[in-house]
C-alpha cells in the first residue's frame, strides 16, 4: 500500500474502533490490539513494520511529554517513594528474575542476552492501566502511582537494555554499569531542566496561541535529542521538561494557549496511543514467519514464551507483596495494605515500548526470534489476561473509589475561595472614578460562577431547573438564533468574508464555554446516580424539610460541650442537633445519625444549602 494510504488506514481503524470501544465499555487498547491481530493476517493490508527508530524516537517523545504536562507535579512529588520503587526497584527486579528464567527455559540463549529479555519485558504500559482503572473507579492515588511509574520505568528499562546488550558482545564491569547508570539519570534530568528553562524563557515571549503550540509541539524533541546525543536518557528528559512545564503553564502561557495546547495535544494523545496498540498486533504475522528459521520445535517455543510470560506476572506480585511486607514489618506510617499491593501487582500490563525494544537486540544475538516472540507474548498475554480481568480484581478489593459527592463539594468550595479572592482584589483596585455598573457587574458575575457550582449540588436537574441552567438553555437558543442570522447574511453576499468570519467565532466561544458549563453539570448529576436512583429521588429527602431551627447556633453540639474542633458544620433536618462533619477529628453529625437514626442533615455553612441522606447516600 501507499504510505499516505497505510496513514489514512491507521487513523481510520483507530477511529471507527475507539468509538465502538468507547460506545460499548469496551478497553479501546484491547480492543486495537486485537482487531492488529486480526488484521496482520489480511493480505497487503497494514503491512507496517515496528523498528526502534519508529517507536523510540517518533512515537516515545510525544507520547511520554503529552502525559507529562498533564500529570500533578504536586501528586508526583507527594508519590515519590512509590513510583521510585516500581520504576526503579521493581525494573530492576524483574530484570533478573525473567532473565534468570529466560536463562533456564530458552534453549542455548545467553545470560546477556536472557537479561535483556528482562529488560525488555520489566516496563509495563501507563495507557493500558489507567484506562482500566479510570473506567473501574480505582482510587486516585493509585492512578497517580501508576501514571507517575509509567514515566519513569522506561527510562530505567532502557538504561538496563543497553548495558545488557553491551554485555552480549563484550565484558561489563560493576563500574560500567553503574556509571551507565548515573551518566543516564543524571543528564536526562539535567537535559530536562535546562530544556524546560529554555523554553521557559521563549514562552514567556510568546502571547500567540498557534505560536505556542507550535513551540509546544517541539518541545519534546527539544529535551529528547540532546540527552540522547550524549548517551543520557532521552524519556527522562522529556518527563522531566513536560512534568515542570505543565506545572508552571499557568503562569507561563495565555488562557488561549492553555487551551488550545490542552486540545491539540488530547487529540495527539488519542492518536498515538491507539495507533501504537494497532501496530503491536500487526507485528505477530512477521514475527511468526521469522521463526521458520530456528531449529527449535513449536513445543519448545511455546514452553519458552510461556514460562517468560509467567515469570513477568509473577515477579511484579511477589516485588508488591514483598516490598508491602517489608514495610509492615518496619512499620512505615506510609505503608500498602494487602488490597492495594494485590491491584497494583495485577495492574503490570505491557506495551509499545516492550515490542520496540525488541528489536534493539543486535541480529546476532542467540534465538533471537524466539526472543522476540517471547516479548509480544508478554505484551498479548498481560494486555489480554490482566486487562481483561483487574476490573474484577479492584471490585473484589473493593477499595474506596472516588467520592463524586465529595469531588463536587470541593469544586464548589474552591471556586467560591477563587470568587471571593476576585472581590477582594476588586475591591482594593476599585476607584471612584470607575463606573458604578461596571463595578456591580463584575461582582455579579463572580457571584453567578459560584453559585452556578453550588446549583450543581443540590437536586437532579430533572427535577427542578436552577436558575444557571435556565440561562444556558435560554441563552443557547438564543445563540443558535444568532448563528442562523450570520449565515443569512454570509449567503447573500453583504458583509466581508472576515467580518463573517469573527462573528461566528464569537457565537462559537460563547456556545463552546456554555457546552463546557452543561457538560460539568451533567457529570455530576450523573456520577451522583445509584442504580435506580437520581440525586434527591429519595423519600427522605423529598420528606425533609429545606430548614431546621438550629439547637446550638455557636458550633458542634459535642464539640462545645468536650472542648474539640471542627471544620464544618452540619444540621440535622429532624430535630436541630448541630455536628461536625466527616473531615472533622470527631465526625459528631454521622455519630448523630447512628445514634438516633434521623436520616437526612444538610450544610449550615455560608452559601451552602446542599441537604444529605445517610440512609440512601443521596445528595439532595
Not at 481510520?12 to 487498547?29: F, K, T
Not at 501514571?147 to 565484558?171: M, Q, R, W
Amino acid at each position: 500500500m501507499h504510505p499516505a494510504l497505510n496513514i489514512l488506514g491507521l487513523v481510520a481503524v483507530v477511529g471507527v474502533v475507539a468509538g465502538v470501544a468507547r460506545r460499548l465499555g469496551w478497553s479501546e487498547p484491547l480492543a486495537l490490539f486485537v482487531i492488529g491481530i486480526g488484521l496482520s493476517f489480511v493480505p497487503h493490508f497494514l503491512e507496517i513494520r515496528l523498528t526502534p527508530d519508529i517507536v523510540l524516537v517518533g512515537l516515545l517523545p510525544p507520547l511520554l511529554y503529552a502525559a507529562a504536562i498533564r500529570t500533578s507535579l504536586i501528586d508526583f512529588k507527594a508519590n515519590r517513594r512509590a513510583i521510585g520503587l516500581l520504576s526503579v526497584g521493581l525494573v530492576a527486579f524483574t530484570v533478573f528474575a525473567v532473565g534468570l528464567v529466560a536463562w533456564w527455559v530458552v534453549p542455548s540463549v545467553s545470560l546477556a542476552a536472557a537479561l535483556a529479555l528482562g529488560a525488555v519485558v520489566a516496563p509495563p504500559d501507563a495507557v493500558a492501566a489507567t484506562t482500566v482503572a479510570r473506567r473501574v473507579n480505582m482510587p486516585r492515588r493509585m492512578v497517580s502511582i501508576l501514571e507517575g511509574e509509567s514515566l519513569v520505568n522506561d527510562a530505567t528499562a532502557l538504561v538496563a537494555l543497553n548495558t545488557t546488550v553491551a554485555a552480549i558482545t563484550a565484558t561489563v564491569s560493576p563500574w560500567y554499569v553503574g556509571w551507565d547508570f548515573l551518566r543516564a539519570a543524571g543528564g536526562g534530568v539535567l537535559v530536562g531542566l535546562v530544556a524546560a528553562f529554555v523554553l521557559a524563557q521563549i514562552r514567556r515571549l510568546i502571547d500567540d496561541a498557534v505560536l505556542d503550540t507550535t513551540l509546544s509541539f517541539a518541545a519534546p524533541y527539544i529535551a529528547f535529542l540532546p540527552a540522547q546525543e550524549i548517551k543520557a536518557s532521552g524519556v527522562l528528559a522529556v518527563v522531566v521538561c513536560g512534568l515542570l512545564l505543565g506545572h508552571k503553564a499557568p503562569v507561563l502561557q495565555t488562557a488561549g494557549s492553555r487551551i488550545a495546547e490542552n486540545i491539540n495535544w488530547r487529540t495527539v494523545q488519542f492518536l498515538l496511543e491507539n495507533v501504537v496498540f494497532l501496530l503491536i498486533g500487526l507485528q505477530i504475522r512477521d514475527i511468526l514467519r521469522n521463526l521458520r528459521h530456528t531449529h527449535l520445535s513449536w513445543v519448545q517455543i511455546a514452553v519458552s514464551c510461556v514460562a517468560v510470560l509467567v515469570a513477568t506476572i509473577l515477579a511484579r506480585v511477589l516485588w508488591m507483596f514483598g516490598v508491602s511486607g517489608a514495610l509492615h514489618l518496619v512499620r512505615s506510617k506510609r505503608t500498602w495494605s494487602w488490597r492495594v499491593s494485590a491491584v497494583v501487582s495485577w495492574a503490570g500490563m505491557r506495551g509499545v515500548v516492550t515490542l520496540a525494544a525488541v528489536f534493539l537486540l543486535p541480529a546476532a544475538t542467540p534465538q533471537r526470534d524466539v526472543l522476540t516472540l517471547a516479548a509480544f507474548t508478554v505484551v498479548a498475554g498481560t494486555l489480554l489476561i490482566q486487562g481483561l480481568t483487574l476490573p474484577w480484581v479492584v471490585r473484589r478489593a473493593d477499595l474506596p473509589a472516588p467520592d463524586a459527592a465529595e469531588d463536587a463539594l470541593q469544586s464548589a468550595g474552591l471556586v467560591q475561595t477563587a470568587a471571593r479572592a476576585g472581590l477582594a482584589v476588586l475591591d482594593e483596585v476599585a476607584t471612584d472614578d470607575d463606573p458604578p455598573e461596571v463595578l456591580d457587574d463584575l461582582r455579579s458575575r463572580a457571584t453567578e460562577r459560584s453559585n452556578r457550582i453550588w446549583e450543581q449540588l443540590g437536586r437532579s436537574q430533572l427535577e427542578i431547573e436552577p436558575p444557571a441552567a435556565t440561562y444556558r438553555r435560554l441563552r443557547l437558543l438564543m445563540l443558535s438564533a444568532e448563528r442562523g442570522s450570520v449565515l443569512e447574511a454570509r449567503d447573500s453576499g453583504t458583509y466581508d468574508d472576515e467580518v463573517l468570519r469573527s462573528a461566528l467565532q464569537a457565537i462559537d466561544l460563547e456556545e463552546s464555554l456554555l457546552d463546557r458549563i452543561d457538560d460539568a453539570a451533567s457529570k455530576v448529576d450523573d456520577e451522583l446516580v445509584t442504580s435506580t436512583q437520581r440525586t434527591g429521588d429519595c423519600e427522605h429527602l423529598r420528606d425533609a424539610p429545606r430548614f431546621a431551627q438550629p439547637r446550638t447556633p455557636e458550633g458542634c453540639e459535642e464539640c462545645l460541650r468536650d472542648g474539640t474542633r471542627w471544620v464544618h458544620l452540619r444540621l440535622c433536618l429532624a430535630c436541630g442537633h448541630v455536628g461536625c462533619c466527616d473531615s472533622s477529628p470527631m465526625r459528631h453529625a454521622s455519630a448523630h445519625f447512628h445514634d438516633t437514626g434521623d436520616p437526612v442533615m444538610r450544610s449550615i455553612e455560608p452559601g451552602e444549602a446542599w441537604r444529605w441522606c445517610f440512609r440512601d447516600e443521596l445528595l439532595g
